[in-house]
């Protein structure tokens, strides 16, 4: 257990301690790191973790007949049982380290989507997803022609899960869906999706991205087929990302890349492929970088996500509370359950000039689109301003950007 | 919360008996609806600390026992999860507290 929270307690400054990046000083003003769901500071235990793996463990995985080979192989797999314990696999071997969320569904559309959806068949999504969940299966559209249907939210961002329903039908092939907007913030509730998907034999993949950041996730719970998720966000190194699949897909589906690691024998006249998860990991993995996200799975459960709930709900309330204050901000996805990011525009001011000027205040915000464009033109915006919350975060640093926003008010009045 | 994605979102409480009391542990899990409704009588059965939210003790400073008794105000979902602001009013305190920390008062699942 972190001593942060040995006594019940959540001792945040103690947590930011381990964070160096945090002490550093931007434009002569302390940093406030809001820009968590776009990538999220790194803690010493995954930075001492990378410079250990590469001082000391380094080598190339599998197959290797020295000692180094195979502490980098140990450590690279037990990355992966961290990992399946994590999302609480049944098999390690489900678990598929990638590049990041992106490349995994990249993966999934082009094996396991490919493979099954035609012209005509329709794959739905909510309008809530990131492109990251959009261009993958717009490729679909444009090769293949299938055609995508979008699951709507109402004006406060709220899931509309009998909307939802309707749009189930014979030609669904797939649901492909956020567990948590990195927009809005809004929380689908994905076990619902999931459960009225498989009522009609439907396979359904959850781009937890965001949700695996801040909820407990159970993917035998939850009965997905697909998960995803990305280290960076999760405190570990950029360029690490994985998928869960259920292991009776996976051992049905073609390879996505090829190259050395993911074959079992290769002629001048064919090739046959090896078992998942290597059959999806072509190449020399991302061995360093699954080490560290290992590393930031253990720290995040170290903490607790319970603890780090509770923490980034006080400062969601509170963000909130203060952002109301400012009469020229309004708020956008304010639904019944969302996680800790608030997203706003400002009165008279475009989100990246605003953004622009709280930066001379040190506070690090994300403004634009977030890359969901299909949400803004849902809300009619071209662009917001989001701050996002981490569990290092204060309630001093929301008042900091509570009070950097007041002064850009007062500039573009 | 409206009652229309109340009643959708029907969450799975843990009810956990006292272990030490009963030398065994008995995990029921049971569906609801709108128990622990605002307005409720609970009854804790953790120990609920002073995370540094509460200013007026220190943290790690127990701000509930077992035992104590409390009246539900609002309850509200938060990242999937379901949790209840109960106000204690004995000491003066309101916490937010998770359903297997509590039970209803007056019930077979009140060990009081």
């Known amino acids: 257990m972190h001593p942060a929270v040995s006594n019940g307690s959540y ?56 000692y180094l080979a195979n502490a980098a192989t140990e450590a690279y797999e037990g990355a992966r049982d961290k990992v399946a314990r994590f999302l609480n696999a049944e098999r390690r071997e489900e678990v598929i380290f990638t590049r990041g969320a992106t490349e995994a569904i990249n993966l999934v559309a082009q094996t396991f989507g490919r493979e099954r959806i035609g012209a005509g068949d329709e794959i739905v999504l909510s309008i809530m997803e990131h492109h990251s969940n959009i261009v993958p299966w717009h490729f679909l559209r444009e090769r293949q022609g299938a055609v995508i249907r979008w699951a709507p939210v109402d004006d406060d961002g709220n899931f509309l899960i009998d909307e939802f329903a309707k749009l189930l039908n014979a030609r669904t092939r797939l649901v492909a869906i956020t567990q948590m907007s990195n927009v809005l913030g809004s929380v689908v509730p994905v076990k619902e999706v999931i459960g009225l998907a498989h009522a009609r034999g439907i396979p359904v993949l959850v781009d937890g991205s965001q949700a695996a950041v801040h909820m407990d996730v159970d993917v035998r719970d939850l009965d997905c087929d697909f998960y995803v998720i990305t280290g960076h966000k999760l405190y570990g190194p950029t360029g690490i990302g994985a998928l869960y699949g259920k292991y009776q897909h996976l051992a049905t589906m073609s390879p996505f890349n090829g190259g050395g690691e993911m074959i079992r024998e290769v002629s001048c006249e064919t090739v046959t492929y090896g078992e998942p998860p290597h059959r999806f990991e072509a190449g020399t993995p991302p061995i360093v970088q699954a080490i560290g996200l290992g590393a930031a799975v253990d720290y995040v459960q170290s903490i607790g996500k ?20 400012i009469n020229s901000l309004r708020i956008i996805g304010t639904a019944a359950d969302k996680g800790a990011l608030v997203s706003f525009e400002m009165k008279n001011a475009h989100a990246h000039d605003f953004a622009t000027v709280i930066d001379r205040s040190g506070v690090a915000v994300r403004a634009g689109t977030h890359c969901a464009m299909p949400l803004l033109d849902r809300f009619g915006v071209t662009a917001t301003c989001r701050a996002s919350f981490a569990l290092y975060n204060t309630l001093e640093e929301v008042d900091a950007l509570a009070e950097a926003l007041v002064k850009a008010q007062e500039l573009f009045s | 919360m409206s009652d229309r994605i109340a009643a959708r979102q029907r969450p799975v409480a843990r009810i956990v008996c006292d272990a030490r009391r009963r030398r065994t542990v008995r995990n029921m899990e049971r569906r609801f609806t709108g128990e622990f409704a605002s307005g409720e009588p609970v009854r804790a059965t953790a120990v609920i600390r002073n995370d540094g939210m509460y200013p007026h003790k220190d943290v790690g400073e127990p701000l509930v026992h077992p035992g104590d008794t ?43």
Request: aromatic residues 10%.
């Open chain 1, 11 to 66: 001792d945040v400054n103690r947590v930011r301690q381990d964070f160096p990046i945090l002490s550093m000083q931007v434009h002569g003003k302390n940093l406030v790191y809001l820009d968590n769901a776009a990538s999220a500071q790194k803690p010493n235990a995954v930075l001492d973790r990378l410079t250990q793996a590469y001082a000391s463990e380094y080598a190339n995985v599998h197959r290797g007949l020295h």
């Open chain 1, 306 to 325: 319970e603890r780090i709930r509770r923490h980034e709900r006080s400062l969601l309330t509170y963000a909130q509370e203060r952002l109301r204050g």
């Open chain 2, 70 to 112: 409390g009246v539900v105000r609002e309850s509200w979902r938060f990242l999937g999860e379901i949790y209840y602001t109960v106000e204690f009013v004995a000491r003066s305190v309101f916490v937010i507290m998770r359903g297997h920390e509590m039970v209803r008062m007056g019930t077979a699942f009140d060990a009081a």
